[in-house]
């Protein structure tokens, strides 16, 4: 949960990884002794957090096979975290291997993952660049080697959006993504809202390693703006396992009470 903030730069294997526990938990490889020991601890007071994982990495599976189908072949997901289990690319490449998948995220730790999980793999590259310069995104030649901006891209923005504070104006940092876009595009996003046990997560990763991850949680009516002119398909912003579920999708007793919500807009 070593947020990265405009400055970092230094590689901090101390520190318990957001993006490690994630990929422990959906079981991935890219995990140290710090990451697996945190896990393990938030699992106690927080039983049900990989839960959520497992779900919101089933619908970014669901949701990358609904764009493929529509004829999508260039993916920009941004804030990526480690492309392992359920990765974007994975499940591109099962349909069409010539599909092109831009990882974009802040973390070195993620950039040194991502070269080895993608070493060899055409068509897919990290860049690590901070989402919220946009310019620094959309003007890399690595993104622009890959990604024909003329054409159908899907931005995806899966639990990312949550580490921007409401003073950091999220809505027009979407904005300006979804105004690069051509038509026919799309904007996938996911996001946690309230939870009494990620706070609870929360909290511990605090008593245990001092300032909390700073993290906006957003309720979906909240989440409208961000697909502000774009059409939102349906079913809407919904809690992520009532997202076109799919019959082999693991399955909750009450899926509209899980605080993960998602939608996908299409720009017309
Ligand atoms: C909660 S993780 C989600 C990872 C992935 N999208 C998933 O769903 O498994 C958020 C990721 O966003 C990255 N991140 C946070 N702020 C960022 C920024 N300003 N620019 C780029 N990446 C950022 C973090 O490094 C982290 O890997």
């Not at 779900?55 to 609904?66: D, H, I, K, P, S």
């Not at 929360?202 to 502000?228: D, H, I, K």
């Amino acid at each position: 949960m070593a947020l990265p903030g405009p400055g970092a730069g230094q590689l901090d294997t101390s520190r318990p990884s957001i993006a490690r526990i994630r990929d422990y938990w959906l079981g991935g490889t890219h995990h140290d002794e710090a990451d697996r020991g945190f896990a393990e601890q938030i699992v106690v007071c927080a039983p049900h957090l990989p839960y959520l994982v497992r779900a919101q990495n089933a619908f970014v599976r669901r949701l990358v096979r609904y764009l493929i189908e529509r004829g999508v072949r260039q993916f920009l997901d941004l804030g990526s975290g480690i492309p392992d289990v359920g990765a974007v690319h994975r499940v591109a490449h099962e349909v069409d291997p010539g599909a092109k998948v831009v990882y974009v995220d802040l973390d070195p730790a993620i950039e040194q993952d991502s070269a080895e999980l993608l070493a060899g793999v055409d068509n897919v590259t990290l860049l690590r660049a901070d989402v919220r310069r946009t310019d620094d995104v959309l003007g890399a030649p690595a993104v622009n080697e890959l990604i024909d901006f003329a054409q159908p891209v899907a931005v995806l923005m899966i639990e990312f959006l949550l580490h921007l504070q409401d003073s950091e104006d999220p809505a027009d940092l979407v904005a300006s993504y979804s105004s690069a876009l051509a038509s026919g595009s799309y904007l996938g996003i996911a996001h946690f809202s309230q939870d009494e046990q990620l706070q609870e997560g929360l909290t511990l990763f605090s008593r245990m390693f001092g300032a909390p991850p700073a993290v906006t949680l957003r309720e979906p009516g909240e989440l409208v703006r961000f697909f502000t002119g774009l059409e939102l398909v349906e079913p809407g912003i919904v809690p992520v396992p009532l997202w076109k579920p799919g019959p082999s999708d693991e399955h909750v007793r009450n899926p509209e009470l899980v605080q993960v919500h998602a939608g996908l807009g299409r720009k017309s």
